[in-house]
């Protein structure tokens, strides 16, 4: 059981992908069902840790200020969305980072563009960064 958890990927720094995801809620389900519940909740632990570190990230991106209060009616959401479109990922990328479907980062995108009064990602952040929503 033990030498499950050490060979387990989830020593690794970084989710990749949902599917990733996927997979190893997978394996900590088969393992549940092989009645090895420590091995599983050792997995599940791990991987709600990963998943945390990666919101962090994801809202770290974001002005420190911008997260409190930022006066234009971004949602959380938004603000994490805004911090990824200065990255020059695409949509899928932008959506796998944040663990959200490429249509609500469309959607999210679309808002942000909306409530900052631009029509483009490159004026988005330009106007985020004249806001102070995000870092110069």
């Not at 059981?1 to 997978?26: N, W």
């Not at 974001?62 to 959380?76: K, N």
Request: proline content about 3%; aromatic content about 2%.
């Amino acid at each position: 059981m033990t030498e499950k958890i050490a060979q387990s990927p989830l020593q690794q720094t970084r989710l990749d992908s949902p599917s990733e995801v996927r997979e190893r809620i997978g394996r900590a389900l088969a393992w549940m069902e092989q009645g090895d519940l420590q091995a599983a909740r050792a997995v599940l632990a791990a991987l709600d840790e990963r998943l945390g570190q990666a919101a962090d990230g994801a809202e770290q991106s974001v002005a420190p200020h911008a997260r409190r209060a930022d006066g234009t009616g971004l949602t959380r959401a938004e603000l994490r969305v805004l911090g990824c479109l200065r990255t020059h990922l695409t949509l899928t990328q932008i959506g796998e980072r944040l663990f959200v479907s490429r249509n609500t980062v469309s959607s999210q995108t679309a808002s942000v563009y909306r409530k900052l009064g631009v029509r483009a990602r490159a004026a988005a952040v330009e106007e985020a960064i004249r806001r102070g929503l995000l870092p110069a």
